[in-house]
Each structure stands twice: as structure tokens, then as C-alpha cells.
């Protein structure tokens, strides 16, 4: 997943709003959005890596969220494990029927919960976490995990937040973890209600593509929550919004792109909402939307829809796995010459589409 934004307890009827494109080598193979289970017998819903079997993204079916991207510093990398399980992790939850742990369970002084930026469970779950995970075994990676039931929102790193060329105006995180909570190698924050957005660098990163993103989403936050989910053929404004955004393939100004030690042109064609690069075999494999709707303390619903987009034909063979230099292809397709900043036509023509509508999703349950 390289592009993401997120709106946190904004509208009551909408705790949550989400968009989102995945980019990822063509030739890696992937399942579209449906719900599966966990090792543990828990269901989960979106998209799934067949290659090291995690995901991207994901929500489970207890009202936990789960979102990962890659950091980008134009390093070769050879991790010993597979990032994407890390949000299986933490979909997984605790036991069926666990009771929370008391503060004073936890080593915390009496008093403790009502000075934490997030509650019990949540503290235990997210602490053992990173107890019994060594950052240093996975490449760079943003983690965004969320527990909806409780409304605790956390984003994880295992990279410092360096401000690059044109990061002066990222936003300040909150400073909200307790003194060593985070152990060695470890990057984070609890995030109270707010807008946020990822790619491939810290959280909150002002590159152009995710202020564009961000920007559609708070335009969409304003728009009215209507009773029917949106499908593919009749999309609601807000909707189109996102869309809209998710879908550009307009690079950035030179003057406006990250530095983030890959060659100018490579930085240039990542710069887009929307990435093609067919002479790398990659680019933005799926398009996903979501919004958890609260029209009564009674009801809820979460609506999850993802468009899978088609390579161009044909894809080519790849020997390398880094996009810090040119692959070595296997018989590649002449490419034509394209301009950048041309109109494309939508890629939802050539696209899949699979959506969700899960039922009092994020709603306590009563034991």
C-alpha cells in the first residue's frame, strides 16, 4: 500500500472515512477484496498476499483496523520477514472472551487508565505488540492500527520521522506515549480524532499526491451521509471525490517531489496519486474505499468497496524486487512514448470490483 488518508472520529454519523491505492509489482500475486480467516479461526476482510500470506489492509470482523505501507529511502532491502504480517497481527485480537488487564496488571500506578491516551486492552494489545516484535526483521514500514470498538488509533514505524526536502510544514505528531513505552528501534503515536495520511514516508508527509488526497477527503467529509451504500455505475458525490483523487496520474512539479533517494525520473512517475510504470512491471494494483456509518448509538455499518486495476499487456518478467534502479526485463514490450501530464482515460473501465457491507460492524458485543 503506498497512498493513504484517513478521517478519525470527524462527523458522529461517520466515525470513519478511508481511501486508498495499493501499489505493488504486477507479477506479485494478490486476491481482491472478500472476507477469510485468520489462522485463528477469526474473519477478516480485504485484500490478501499470496506470495507471504498477510495483507496490506484489512478490518476485522471484532471492529479492529489494520493499515501498512513501505518506507521508501532508496535501499535495496532484505528483510527476513513479510511486513503484511504485522496487520494480521493485529486484526488477530485478543482471545475470545478475554478480559481486559487492570492497569495495575499492566505495571501502571492506580489511576493509571484515566491518563492514558488509549484504554487497557488496547495498551496490553498494542504493548505486546511490540514486545514480542523485533522492528529491525522488516523492511521500512508505516502501521496505522485501530480498534473501533474502544476508538484507539495508533501509527507505528520502524524509521525515525526525518524531515526530507520539503517536509518543513509535516504535521507535529502528538507527544501522547508514556516515557519507554516504545521499546528500541520503535516510531509512534496515538492519534486522537483527526485527518491523517501515509505513503512512503512518515506520517503526515506533505508530499503533493497525499495533500491531494487528504484535500478530497475533508471536501468529502462535508458531503451528506445517505441511506443506500454507493455502487460502481452510480457513485454518491463523496464518493467521486475520492475517486477523483485516487485515480490522478499527473506527477508532481519537479520543485514539489520528495527527496527519497531514488533516481529523479523513478521519483517523478511514484509522484501520481495513481502509478503506471510499465517498464518496471509495477504500478497501482487496487483502489479501495471505505466508510463505517453510525447514523444511531444502535446501528452501524461498514461499506468496503476496491476496483483491482489490469496491467498493461503484456507485463514483463522481472529480476529485481527494488525499485532503486532500472530491472533487468525479459523480453520487454517497446514501450511508447507518453507524456506525462496527458489525460488518461479512467482505469475503472478495465477494472474488477468486489465490495463489502458488513452489519453492526464495530458494535460491542454482550457476553
Known sequence: MCLIALAIGQRPDCPLLLAANRDEYWQRPTLPLAAWQLDNGLTVYGGRDLLAGGTWLGFSAAGRVALLTNVRDGQPEKAARSRGELVTRWLAGPPPQTEPPSPEALGLPVGAAQTLPFGPQAWHDLQTLLQQTDPSAYGGFNLVLGDCVS????????????????????????LNLPRDFLPPGWCGAALPPGVYG??????????PKLLRLKSALAAALQEPALPLPPTALAPERWQTLLLEALLDRRPAPDDRLPATGVPLELERLLSSPFVCIPQHGYGTRSTLIARWLRPSAASSRLEV???????????????????????????????????????????????GYSSLCISMWGMPTSS
Open 305 to 351: 468497496q476496491e476496483w483491482t486495476h489490469r496491467p498493461p499487456a503484456p507485463v514483463p518478467a522481472i529480476q529485481t524486487t527494488s525499485l532503486t534502479a532500472a530491472p533487468t526485463l525479459q523480453n520487454p514490450a517497446p514501450q511508447p512514448h507518453a507524456n506525462p501530464r496527458a489525460p488518461h482515460p479512467s482505469p475503472l473501465t478495465q477494472s
Open 198 to 207: 501515509l505513503s512512503n514516508a512518515a506520517l503526515d508527509s506533505p508530499w
Open 151 to 174: 476508538g484507539h488509533w495508533f501509527w507505528l514505524s520502524n524509521r525515525p520521522r526525518h524531515l526530507e526536502r520539503n517536509e518543513a510544514s509535516a504535521s507535529p505528531l502528538p
